[in-house]
């Protein structure tokens, strides 16, 4: 068994996988009109169907699951943060679906909707940056330090299993359109699109 625990670098280069799309939804917004309708919301929805796809649906019940009650059981101290990122996990997917359905009724209702997402895309890439920021800051060096090797074994092997392809997992065929309109769309050094100004 290594010594040094695999799932950490996992996760931040997962949130770094992340981040990358997040931060590339807002000016893709902004770009409205540069390219065909239906190109242009084709890879909006691309991108908010991979954020439920993976993070929601893979990365963070493995965080909740197993990183999080061994974390608490040994730093009871970090119980407040471990209890509000909980809370967001559980809020996150509701979230992400509010995302959609509002795109969706600016694609077919029209430009009147297209504020209403907007600023609910501003509040949600807002809310899981820091949602991240905060694991990293506090969680993770605090796991680094204070799990045991035994204790990251199961951690570490669900990490490396079915993860997320924009971090380097091995990819499943069955998403090659969806990772492929996320490529071409999103800048470097996930993807090979334009440049955009990133969202603060």
Do not use: C
């Not at 919301?41 to 061994?70: C, G, T, W």
């Amino acid at each position: 068994m290594i010594d040094t625990p695999r799932a950490p670098d996992i996760i931040r280069r997962e949130h770094s996988a992340v981040a990358a799309v997040l931060r590339s939804i807002l000016p893709t917004v902004e770009q409205a009109g540069e390219d065909p309708p239906e190109r242009f919301f084709d890879v909006l929805r691309a991108m908010l169907f991979y954020i439920d796809e993976f993070p929601e649906q893979r990365h963070h019940p493995k965080e909740s699951n197993l990183l999080f009650p061994r974390l608490a059981a040994a730093a009871p101290e970090l119980m407040p943060v471990i209890e509000r990122l909980e809370r967001e996990h559980m809020q996150g997917e509701a979230k992400v679906r509010e995302l959609q359905h509002l795109l969706l009724a600016w694609e077919l209702v029209g430009g009147s909707r297209r504020a209403a997402f907007i600023a609910a895309a501003t509040e949600y890439v807002s809310f899981y940056l820091e949602h991240m920021r905060i694991e990293e800051t506090q969680l993770l060096p605090a796991a680094e330090r204070l799990l045991p090797v035994s204790a990251w074994a199961e951690i570490d092997r669900a990490f490396a299993h079915d993860g997320d392809p924009l971090a380097g997992a091995p990819r499943d065929p069955a998403y090659d359109r969806l990772f492929t309109r996320i490529v071409l769309a999103t800048p470097a050094p996930i993807g090979l699109g334009r440049a955009l100004t990133p969202t603060p």
